[in-house]
């Protein structure tokens, strides 16, 4: 029986593999799609992902979502300036123009509607951008607390940020809707932190292995894994190779091999709103006396090994 799951997504290049291997894993059913400005502004992340779709040749419904954050005109600091000069995450993707078109229907009303609808009880939440959508379809309709089965969030840092010292992009971007989501009461949260994503980063070798394997979206996922360890200022040297994390797919990758993460912990978690330097940090408060309950498990190490076996399944199946 397939995992259903929705993806709320900022397509960039690691959405964009995440979105390969969802779309070609024999054990995953990517049941829709909904799009957030994070990488990009709304109108590309939405053209991206419709792209990828294309070139995978899936047809899987997609929903444009939020254009800004919840509470902020832009991000905490304006794109243009944050990413002034880096070709990392760019408005286009390098596929081909995309033929298939989005959804009347907007993300947030979608993601309200289905999961006022039984028969998307089963169906998991995946979001590996900034959680604008999320937070506004619970506003919009709070029983989604108590109705979204489980939420696997790409997200935050037990570390080191990688927008500041403190905090993580999909955090930045939007901390008002990454601390009203992560407050909302949903009874299975996992977030997937840098620390375990940098823990398990992809090299050229294995961009050269998904080549081999000739599927659309195995070269497609090569190509942009490729580009990201080119352009990323977190890449790492080690034995001949360069490699860099590639974090969205992890997501993916724990919903059918939760062993791809290796320690984790159960932890009251927050989001800090006001921090001149600590703006979109995840708090995990760890202490034994903690007052709050736990209210999400986050991943801190994963297996770079039950990664890469993931994700060569899915493009085998492609
Ligand atoms: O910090 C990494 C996260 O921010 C990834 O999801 C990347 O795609 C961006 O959305
Ligand atoms: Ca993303």
């Known amino acids: 029986m397939a995992t259903r799951f ?7 290049s690691d959405d964009a593999v995440a979105i ?29 992902t419709l792209r990828v779709l294309d070139h995978a040749g899936a047809r899987v419904p997609v929903h444009a979502g939020a254009a800004r954050p919840l509470a902020r005109p832009d991000f905490p600091v ?34 309200v509607d289905a999961y006022m609808d039984d028969s998307y009880a ?21 029983r989604l607390a108590a109705r979204i089965p489980r939420l696997v ?8 940020g990688n927008v500041t010292a403190a905090a993580e992009f999909n955090f930045w971007v939007d901390p008002e809707a990454a601390s009203a989501v992560l407050g909302a009461g949903i009874r299975d949260v996992v977030i997937m932190s840098l ?13 050269d292995a998904f080549d081999g394997i000739g599927t659309p979206a195995a070269s497609g996922a090569a190509q942009l894994i490729r580009h990201r360890i080119e352009h990323d200022q977190a890449g790492v040297e080690g034995s001949g190779d360069v490699s860099s994390p590639v974090h969205d797919p992890m997501c993916v990758a724990f919903l059918v091999r939760p062993d791809v993460v290796t320690e984790s912990v159960r932890a009251f978690v927050s989001v800090e709103t006001t921090g001149s ?32 076996d993931f994700l060569r399944t899915a493009f085998l199946a492609n």
Not at 6 to 12: M, R, V
Not at 283 to 289: A, G, Q, S
């Open 153 to 160: 969030i790409m997200g935050g840092a037990h570390g080191n």
């Open 277 to 308: 330097r600590t703006l979109g940090e995840l708090l995990v408060d760890t202490r034994p006396w903690c007052p709050e309950p736990p209210n999400a498990t986050v991943a801190l190490r994963a297996s770079a090994e039950v990664y890469r």
């Open 20 to 48: 390969f291997a969802a779309t070609a894993h024999p054990g995953l059913e990517l049941v829709a799609v909904t799009t957030v400005n994070g990488n990009a502004a709304v109108e590309h992340t939405t053209e991206n």
């Open 78 to 111: 304006p794109r243009a300036v944050l990413n002034a000069g880096s070709a990392f995450q760019r408005a286009h993707l390098d596929f081909p123009a995309a033929v298939s078109v989005p959804e009347r229907r907007s993300a947030v009303p979608f993601l």
């Open 195 to 207: 620390d375990a994503t940098h823990s398990a980063p992809l090299s050229r070798a294995d961009c």
């Open 6 to 12: 929705i993806l709320d997504c900022d397509t960039g």
């Open 122 to 142: 089963d169906v998991t939440l995946v979001a590996t951008g900034p959680l604008t959508n999320v937070a506004l379809a619970l506003a919009t309709e709070p």
